[in-house]
């Protein structure tokens, strides 16, 4: 490595380092550590089984820790632990200070927590409070009469007033997110599943126990939080018929409402600025000045924010164009760039495996395809999150029949396209591309049944090329994906220019090319990846003397400043002078 870039990252690193393990962010460089980490996401009912009943659970992620420490990860998102009926996997809560028995109990989760922590790796806790169970205790109360005093915890309509205004429901088997209860002959609103009731934030009691909540994960020890479907919380409670046009803004009209900046600087008021934890927002709203009015430093509301924009691209079976996908992130990172702070990401446990999505998973270019997705997530600006076994390359299963799906999201909106004479083939090759379970099958350890995953019949089944693609096997052979990722992962923890270094974009036409370069200070290193399956030549500003510091080809075919880039090639060059 060039002396320059080893000497400033090292300075950087020491300055900088001590004074963010302390601060939140420093207001004058803005830095931070929730900036530098790096977060692998752990869907825990899929990672590892200790007992034997098929489910992941947290003895598992235990018997784990060392992988993850191996990993070189510094920060760790876990999907919902909490005691929960499973109507959406843990994403419909019942308590929100108890764990959920597959998943074992408290016990168990402090242990993790200090496994974690003895490791240097953080924990990121999920916390859904759009919506709980309809089997929390909250629930149960206020649908029991209409003066009890919980009733004001969640959205009801009286069934005297007629039909209430049409609201969608995302998995609702009609679509319809107004469920009639009889019990007190009213309807109560679910944005999402009818198990899931959405809470009423208009209300300051339910706003105070989740504050109350969050305090108590912060009191244990849990270093961030992750804010389910929060874009949504605050609604437009006077229910006003939605104009026409309305599903091309969903969030403008179903949430995004002015409370909700209330509401944020209330919680960082009474949490967030208490402890040293960052909390991100799953959504941005719909606008730059929406994802700004939630992140900004000076807004005092939260750290973080992911947006779908990028999650949009590429959802068509017909794959998508590299054109559309620089776009996104350029603009994103260009309205980024001077203020605010955003996470970088391209799959998660809602969305299709990342090389199925945006690599090519055939035999040929899946390796290869994989290592180029893990260089881009990791060279560009924001936090990066990793998802469970994207670092080994796995792939989306791609169920045929609607009995092999688990996912509440497929089955009620196989349902929906059913009752509504959709055509059926179309619908199941899209699911079987897009679903959320390919992304959910058990994480893959080795080559003995289920993949190591479990001695017993796993909830969802392994991917069947788990006896080539696993931790054991990928462990070995130093061309895996599994090591680059290492390696990756060290490059950026080594180089502050990849976490704060200005992002520039090159070559913006290419078709197959993705070049930019980032610089910080006198760093300056230049990313080039080919999106593609056919080779591609590069001419770039590659300086005298341009030093190679990842590549995933054993070389580069490189003349002076024109580079041959064979399919799915990555490579970063340290172009400093
Ligand atoms: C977003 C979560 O990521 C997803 O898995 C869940 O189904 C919905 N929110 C509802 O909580």
New binding site residues.
């Given amino acids: 490595m060039k002396k320059s870039l080893l000497f400033l990252s090292l300075l950087l690193l020491v300055l900088g380092c001590a004074e963010n393990v302390k601060k939140k962010e420093d207001s004058i460089t803005g830095r931070a550590w929730w900036k530098e980490g790096i977060i692998y996401q752990i869907y825990p009912r899929s990672f590892k089984d200790s007992d034997g009943d098929g489910i992941g659970d947290l003895k598992g992620v235990i018997e784990k820790l060392d992988y993850i420490e191996s990993l070189g990860v510094n920060m760790v998102w876990m999907?919902p632990i909490y005691s929960s009926p499973n109507a959406?996997?843990g994403?419909d809560i019942s308590d929100y200070r108890g764990i959920m028995e597959d998943f074992g109990d408290m016990d168990d989760f402090d242990r993790m927590l200090k496994g974690l922590h003895d490791r240097g790796i953080k924990f990121v806790m999920d916390v859904?409070v759009?919506?709980s169970s309809d089997e929390h205790e909250w629930f149960r109360q206020s649908r029991s009469s209409r003066d009890n005093p919980f009733r004001d915890y969640y959205h009801w309509w009286p069934a005297e007033k007629g039909k209430p205004p049409y609201r969608y429901s995302l998995?609702d088997p009609k679509g319809d997110a107004w469920k009639y209860d009889s019990v007190t002959d009213a309807y109560y609103l679910h944005y999402?599943a009818q198990k899931?009731p959405d809470l009423n934030w208009e209300n300051p009691k339910v706003r105070q126990e989740v504050y109350d909540i969050m305090k108590f994960w912060a009191e244990k020890g849990v270093d961030g939080f992750r804010l389910?479907?929060f874009q949504y919380a605050s609604k437009d409670t006077t229910w006003p018929e939605l104009p026409e046009g309305f599903e091309k803004n969903v969030i403008k009209y179903y949430g995004m409402q002015p409370n909700l900046h209330k509401y944020l600087k209330e919680m960082n008021e009474q949490v967030l600025s208490k402890y040293n934890v960052f909390a991100v927002s799953?959504g941005a709203g719909s606008t730059f000045e929406d994802a700004h009015s939630l992140v900004d430093a000076d807004r005092k509301e939260l750290q973080m924010a992911y947006h779908f924009e990028g999650m949009d691209v590429g959802n068509s079976l017909e794959g998508y164009k590299l054109s559309e996908f620089k776009e996104v992130y350029t603009k994103w990172d260009s309205a980024f760039a001077k203020k605010g702070w955003l996470s970088i990401f391209l799959a998660?446990?809602?969305v299709p495996r990342m090389v199925s999505k945006f690599g090519n998973d055939s035999t040929a270019f899946r390796a290869v395809s994989s290592k180029m997705l893990n260089t881009f997530i990791l060279s560009m600006r924001g936090t990066p999150y990793v998802y469970y076994g994207d670092e080994l390359g796995m792939t989306n299963i791609g169920f045929d029949s609607i009995s092999q799906y688990r996912d509440i999201?497929a089955i009620n909106s196989y349902e929906k396209a059913l009752s509504e004479g959709e055509d059926m083939e179309a619908f199941m090759a899209n699911l079987k591309f897009s679903s959320?379970d390919n992304g959910r099958t058990p994480m893959q350890w080795d080559t003995t049944a289920h993949a190591g995953f479990t001695t017993g019949d796993p909830w969802l089944p392994v991917n069947e090329n788990y006896i080539k693609v696993n931790v054991a096997l990928e462990r070995k052979d130093p061309n895996s994906c599994l090591n680059y990722f290492r390696e990756m992962v060290n490059l950026r923890k080594n180089n502050p220019v990849f976490v704060y270094g200005d992002y520039h974009l090159l070559l913006p036409d290419h078709q197959q090319l993705y070049a930019y370069t980032r610089s910080l200070g006198e760093l300056q290193v230049l990313v080039v990846m080919n999106f593609s399956e056919k080779p591609a030549t590069a001419i770039l500003p590659l300086g005298d003397n341009p030093e190679v510091l990842i590549n995933n080809y054993p070389d580069v075919d490189r003349a002076a400043s024109t580079v041959q880039m064979k399919p799915y090639q990555a490579l970063i060059f340290n172009i400093e002078d």
């Fill in positions: 999907n959406d996997n994403y859904v759009n919506h998995f999402f899931q389910d479907a799953e998660n446990h809602d999201a959320r």
